[in-house]
């Protein structure tokens, strides 16, 4: 495996991904401090495509320079629009598409110097949906990004293959909280229950816990009244085509 990841490192090149791809952008909010803490950077087709049309067209052949090529369009595009200030750009990634973490981040380095934004606001998340072949792999990831100065995050957290026995293995800098988790949890006492164990959990382990997906001012209340300060969901905005709201534009909180 390591001589296979040598190569496929060293013959890394984000523009090799033929398929035309651009990004959408979603703020995170950060209510307790009334800024925007950083924005996910979501993969779209050129012309306004959702993620499913660029993501199908996404093979074992070509996922390494997939992955190559999303960190690296987004960072372009962060770098014209945001690269003064201090909010984050989260970017996804493909835990299974990362051959040994300090050869594969060189793209994303390069993209970062060029377009004069500081890497130590990148932050990568994986999802706990995405099928982990070497758990083990994907903690000496989660590591060596953080050596390295990135903040790592696992999202759709409480769905997919694994949850607290996947956070007993590595621990990352912050956790997003699925949201079917938190869809009704202002009339849900079962979810409520959940919820403030988890703001417990994360406060002993120094993890952030962001709310994913909230689509009510009831949701939003009730999570904020729990300790959770980070947020993202369509109450707050839609993810916008290359563009990036500031505060002001977020109409629920003006």
């Not at 372009?76 to 690269?83: C, D, N």
């Not at 003064?84 to 793209?107: H, Q, T, W």
Request: aromatic content about 10%.
């Amino acid at each position: 495996m390591a001589a296979a990841g040598c190569a496929g490192c060293r013959n890394a090149d984000a523009s090799a991904f033929s398929i035309p791809f651009t990004m959408a952008f979603q703020p995170i909010v950060d209510l307790s401090a009334g800024k925007i803490w950083g924005y996910e950077a979501l993969v779209r087709g050129v012309a306004g495509e959702g993620a499913p049309t660029v993501l199908s067209q996404v093979t074992d052949e070509n996922r390494y320079t997939f992955d190559q090529a999303c960190r690296v369009k987004a960072i372009e595009l962060a770098g014209s629009r945001i690269a003064g200030g201090d909010s984050r750009l989260s970017i996804n990634f493909m835990p299974n598409a990362v051959y040994e973490p300090k050869a594969c981040i060189r793209a994303t380095l390069e993209a970062a110097n060029r377009m004069q934004f500081d890497p130590r606001r990148l932050m990568f998340e994986f999802t706990e949906n995405e099928r982990m072949e070497d758990v083990g792999h994907v903690s000496h990831i989660v590591a060596e990004y953080r050596r390295m100065g990135f903040m790592t995050a696992l999202d759709d957290f409480g769905a997919g293959y694994a949850g607290l026995a996947l956070l007993s293995r590595f621990q990352t800098d912050l956790i997003k909280i699925d949201m079917e988790l938190l869809r009704g949890v202002e009339a849900s006492g079962v979810k409520q229950a959940i919820i403030r164990g988890l703001v417990g959990i994360a406060a002993e382990l120094d993890i952030l816990l962001l709310a994913e997906g909230v689509e009510s001012e009831a949701e939003m209340q009730m999570l904020k009244s729990a300790g959770i300060h980070l947020f993202q969901g369509y109450y707050f905005a839609r993810p916008q085509f290359e563009t990036f709201q500031t505060m002001q534009e977020l109409t629920s909180l003006t």
